[in-house]
């Protein structure tokens, strides 16, 4: 993986941008992508480590990850009158973009699902076909996402696993049943299934009982519950939000620059600071090694033999 992203940012995302530095502007740059990367004085990174996983990193790379989380209000109109309405609990049903025209098989696959679960209510953001709408079905072209997992009446969040859904819902104290399609939410869903915030299916190959069985799993067991309300109190105990945090530090960069935090990595080749130089050298430390013992027993042993040559004749 490793190599074929230095392969795409090499060839797809730099090439774009040298036809831009060039092509497209009346102030041409001078500098390419990469010596801009290398010589950035501050990094902003969406991640955070309730989320996340803690890593080793340089100092002039600050995370911000849930910037985009904002505290949820209260209800209003229809989705006031459903949330304080679901005394059984209310699940939110959020695919993204990708999945709001979800196709029909797989629509009415998860109707079946959500049909076996008659106490609680689903309010679902899709303008997909389907064959039949259950009365605990409440199916929207929009919801105030974060605003109805705020509401104390939500139970769970099926999410496709954006990263800011999962945010919302740490933040929030949310349990999730993810169901990724693409892009970073494979990786996303797994973070989240490691973190025990919930437990994740195969949309195309996951059946309806799975489905429904996998719900009643997150809701019912009280585990997946006080992990995500252990991270929403880690995520909001930070000294500063995510964005004061953002804020602080380009002030910061303006006012005093960061060189007295960057690393010496950042101007070093990619093998150099994997230490495969190192490596390298060691390795043939030792071909050289092996190589002078190999002669030095290759001239003793034709030694010996010619002296056991001489004593015989």
């Known amino acids: 993986m490793e190599i074929i992203i230095r392969i795409l940012i090499r060839y797809q995302q730099y090439a774009q941008y040298e036809r831009y530095k060039t092509d497209w502007t009346d102030r041409p740059l001078t500098k390419s992508l990469s010596q801009l990367a290398a010589e950035s004085q501050l990094w902003l990174i969406e991640q955070h480590p309730v989320l996340d996983f803690p890593r080793a990193t340089y100092g002039n790379i600050k995370y911000i990850g849930g910037m985009n989380y904002k505290k949820s209000q209260p209800l209003t109109g229809k989705y006031a009158e459903l949330a304080d309405g679901a005394t059984g609990g209310f699940i939110v049903v959020s695919l993204g973009a990708d999945l709001l025209f979800l196709p029909k098989d797989l629509g009415d696959k998860m109707v079946a699902a959500f049909k076996k679960l008659p106490n609680y209510t689903f309010i679902w953001a899709t303008k997909g076909e389907l064959t039949e709408m259950p009365g605990n079905v409440f199916r929207t072209d929009w919801i105030p996402q974060n605003d109805l997992i705020g509401h104390k009446n939500c139970k769970l969040l099926i999410t496709h696993c954006g990263n800011n859904g999962q945010f919302e819902a740490v933040g929030n104290g949310v349990p999730m049943l993810g169901i990724p399609i693409h892009r970073d939410q494979p990786p996303n869903a797994w973070r989240m299934k490691d973190k025990g915030f919930g437990l994740t299916v195969h949309l195309l190959t996951g059946t309806v009982d799975e489905i429904a069985d996998k719900i009643k799993e997150v809701i019912m067991n009280p585990e ?53 130089d190192i490596v390298a050298f060691l390795v043939l430390l030792v071909m050289i090694f092996i190589a002078v013992v190999k002669f030095t027993c290759s001239l003793i042993r034709n030694k010996m033999k010619g002296n056991k040559k001489t004593k015989n004749d």
Not at 233 to 256: C, N, Q, R, S
């Open 224 to 276: 997946y519950k006080n992990n995500v309300i252990k991270a929403s109190k880690i995520f909001h105990d930070g000294a500063m939000t995510p964005t004061e945090t953002a804020v602080y530090w380009v002030e910061h960069v303006l006012k005093h620059g960061t060189e007295y935090l960057k690393s010496d990595a950042m101007d070093m080749s990619w093998y150099q600071v994997l230490g495969y």
